[in-house]
């Protein structure tokens, strides 16, 4: 019996700000797209914002050194939960569903309990799901190690969720919504007069996304890239359109400023004390640059929002103190310019201004 490749899509968190009434929403449109296009569908889905950072809360007010294996455990809770919410919706309306947790969801992780690496995925397992299912619904950002324990693959893993599960059943797009329909020159919320980037290439996007960039995830934009997976930006509410289109090529693209508002500057004494500081935290998977930039040296910036880098450093895990300073950079093609500045207002002004200076450059 031949099996028809699904359809791949991922919902961020900001899908469900309004609870039920979203989850059922979304499902209506999912019903629809599966009846269109008569192929199965793979929902890969979020918390809504501040569940993660909500049960970090609760275990540090129960022990404030948990171990990582516990949080790793708690954080797949509130994802399982969006699923599941997703998936009761889609049934409720007479369409098959199912929903699939960190175990069953065939991804498997290294043993490192946080910021955990993919190392396969067991194809089959969602296969047989899916010969149940018209709407498969999976908690984002989760899988398992190979002795069963859960495993959180980081901030913002959602993506890469998506792409890998893509990988292993043939997609050749992944439809990515958010509450905004693409990548813009500039975030929307803070600077005005930005323009939509309808097209990028992985390697802009991933530069992008390495400064901080949050529409896209840039360990997703690895996996795309490596297996040709077209992403499809689509709004999550009103009619679903697409804003941005990421492929191996893009025709061109305006300048764009990014404004790391969540960005941690660390300063090292040393050169050496920074590379190791870098070091280090790519070996946890950490989104993290070296930049050097006028008056600060030796500085390692950690981009997009790890809430949990005051513990690594608190530890003198990572030899480099927090300046409180703020990354601002300007992507032209697949470069960037990196600015560090002494706070997140000065880091938007600065941006702003980048943004007007480059507003009409336009490269080919």
């Known amino acids: 019996m031949s099996r028809s ?31 269109e ?15 993660t950072e ?12 948990a171990g990582a294996k516990y949080a790793a455990t708690l954080f ?33 992780t290294d043993r490192t309990p946080l910021w ?22 999976i908690a984002s950002g989760h899988g398992a190690d190979s002795s069963g324990r859960f495993t959180w693959m980081g901030k913002n893993s959602g ?34 007069d930005v323009h939509l980037l ?26 795309a890239r490596a297996h040709g997976i077209a992403i499809k930006c689509r709004v999550n509410h009103g009619d679903y359109h697409i804003g941005t289109t990421v492929t191996d090529e893009a025709s061109h693209m305006r300048t764009a400023v990014i404004i790391d508002t969540k960005s941690v500057v660390l300063g090292a004494a040393t050169p050496e004390d920074a590379d190791l500081t870098l070091e280090y935290l790519l070996d946890r998977g950490l989104s993290c640059i070296r930049v050097e930039d006028g008056d600060y040296k030796n500085v390692v910036v950690v981009t997009g929002g790890y809430t949990d880098i005051e513990a690594l450093i608190a530890r003198r895990e990572a030899p480099a103190e927090i300046t409180g300073a703020r990354l601002v950079s300007v ?9 560090i500045v002494e706070n997140t207002n000065a880091a938007i002004d600065l941006g702003r201004e980048l943004h007007r200076q480059s507003d009409s450059f336009t490269t080919t």
Request: proline share 4%.
């Open 76 to 108: 797949s809770l509130p994802d399982t939960e969006s699923a599941v919410l997703l998936a009761a919706a889609v049934e409720a309306s007479g369409t098959r569903a199912d929903a699939l947790n960190s175990h069953q969801n065939g991804i498997v």
């Open 159 to 192: 993506d890469l969720s998506a792409l890998i599960i893509a990988s292993a059943v043939g997609a050749d797009t992944v439809e990515i919504y958010s509450d905004v329909d693409g990548v813009y020159t500039a975030d929307p919320r803070l600077v005005s």
């Open 198 to 223: 309808s097209e990028l290439s992985y390697d802009v996007a991933r530069t992008m996304a390495s400064r901080g960039a949050k529409v896209l995830d840039r360990r997703a934009l690895d996996v």
């Open 331 to 339: 992507v032209r093609c697949r470069h960037a310019s990196d600015y």
């Open 5 to 35: 490749t699904p359809l791949v899509v991922k919902f961020g968190g900001s899908t469900f700000l309004n609870g039920h009434s979203d989850y059922k929403r979304i499902a209506e449109y999912l019903i629809g797209v599966h009846r």
């Open 116 to 137: 955990s690496r993919i190392q396969s995925v067991d194809t089959e397992l969602l296969w047989q799901a899916l010969e149940g299912a018209d709407i498969l619904c």
């Open 54 to 65: 909500a049960a970090r809360g609760r275990i540090h007010q129960v022990n404030p050194n």
């Open 37 to 51: 296009y008569s192929r199965p569908i793979i929902a890969v889905v979020s918390a809504p914002p501040g569940a």
